[in-house]
């Protein structure tokens, strides 16, 4: 699976020009079935990162622009009534397919937004009092403009704590925008991407990304670190448990792109602030002493001492859990 892993990173890399860590970031949400945020300025290829993997993995994608007059029956469906057949039938909306891009979310109106609640928590949709089951995998990538720009209402809390990671992308490097410049990214690529896997080839994808072994000193490890983001100073709400199995997920994910099938403290550490820096709320005095999110976390994580690094004391029983790119062989002892 390694192996197509990468195919894929090939191939969305042909669209997404000196983003790795975006692409790799991005990815490992999709194995942990999680939704995505990007946090960006226009123009830095948020959209063209969700066209670049619908087209890698074959899935059926459906994009909507949200704006002020965009109603939830325009993304859920809608009950018509059918005087041929003499009844009301569902007609589907644009949020049934395999990856939603929800572009600009934070445009449109609260109701709106709450429309996704549902779809992004239990993979259905429920109009007129009959749910229905969306496709599966089912993800949603959302865009949202930075905080105070023009037209904009920031989303609440229990709309951001269904995405598993927010992530922001950045202004591209000088080589990166040279090429752009020259038109080698996206315009051309757009057409190049070759499929790699399907909609059911990414659903195996996930399964054996669930499977990465995760030992307890880890999971303490993680809880500790949600801990203590409720009893930080700076912060008012701390991450929710909706947080805690997010950041377990997503480093099991995180481990199976960096070609592994067992849990490093490092796993967790780098997606830590990725999976929860949306999910608190800093109060006045971190706004008086001016600093953010990831500033707070990167205190909370320097603050947690680590597990101890070595890879056989966070191997299962057995000694299952070598590295992909390994040769395997047998290995002694017990494990922790």
């Known amino acids: 699976m390694n192996q197509i892993v990468g195919q894929i990173f090939s191939e969305v890399k042909k669209m997404i020009s000196g983003k790795d860590d975006c692409i790799e970031k991005a990815f490992a949400s999709m194995l942990a079935g999680g939704h995505i945020l990007i946090e960006d300025v226009p123009g830095v290829g948020k959209t063209t990162l969700a066209l670049a993997f619908s087209a890698a993995m074959s899935l059926e994608n459906h994009r909507m622009q949200f704006t002020p007059d965009v109603l939830p029956a325009d993304i859920l469906g809608f009950m ?13 909306g644009a949020i049934m397919c395999n990856l939603f891009l929800a572009d600009e979310i934070n445009r449109t109106s609260p109701k709106t937004q709450s429309a996704l609640l549902e779809v992004m928590e ?21 865009t949202e403009n930075p905080k105070g720009s023009a037209g904009t209402q920031l989303l609440p ?14 202004y591209p490097d000088f080589d990166s925008e040279l090429l752009i410049a020259k038109g080698k990214s996206s315009r051309e690529g ?4 070759e499929p790699v896997v399907d909609a059911e080839g990414l659903v195996r994808l996930q399964r054996e990304a669930d499977q990465v072994f995760v030992h307890e000193s880890i999971y303490a490890y993680i809880t500790k670190l949600v801990t203590a983001t409720r009893e930080n100073t700076y912060i008012d709400l701390g991450v929710s448990p909706r947080g805690t199995i997010a ?29 929860t820096a949306h999910r608190i709320v800093l109060n006045t005095k971190a706004r008086v002493a001016k600093l953010t999110a990831e500033q707070v976390l990167g205190e909370i994580l320097a603050s947690v001492p680590r597990p101890a690094s070595f890879e056989k004391r966070l191997l299962p029983a057995g000694g299952r859990g070598v590295n992909r790119d390994e040769k395997r062989r047998p290995r002694t002892g017990t494990g922790a």
Not at 81 to 92: A, L, M, P, V
Not at 122 to 138: K, N, R, Y
Not at 157 to 170: A, P, V, Y
């Open 80 to 92: 018509m009534y059918d005087q041929g057949k003499g009844g009301f039938f569902y007609h589907e």
């Open 247 to 275: 950041c377990v997920r997503m480093a099991k994910a995180w481990a199976y792109v960096k070609g592994r099938d067992y849990v490093l403290p490092e796993d967790a550490a780098d997606v830590f602030p990725d999976v």
């Open 122 to 142: 239990e993979s259905c949709v429920t109009v007129d009092g009959v749910s229905h089951a969306l496709p599966e995998p089912f993800l949603v990538m959302a």
């Open 190 to 193: 757009a057409g190049r991407i």
């Open 157 to 170: 809390e229990s709309q951001l704590d269904r995405f598993m990671i927010r992530m922001s992308m950045g």
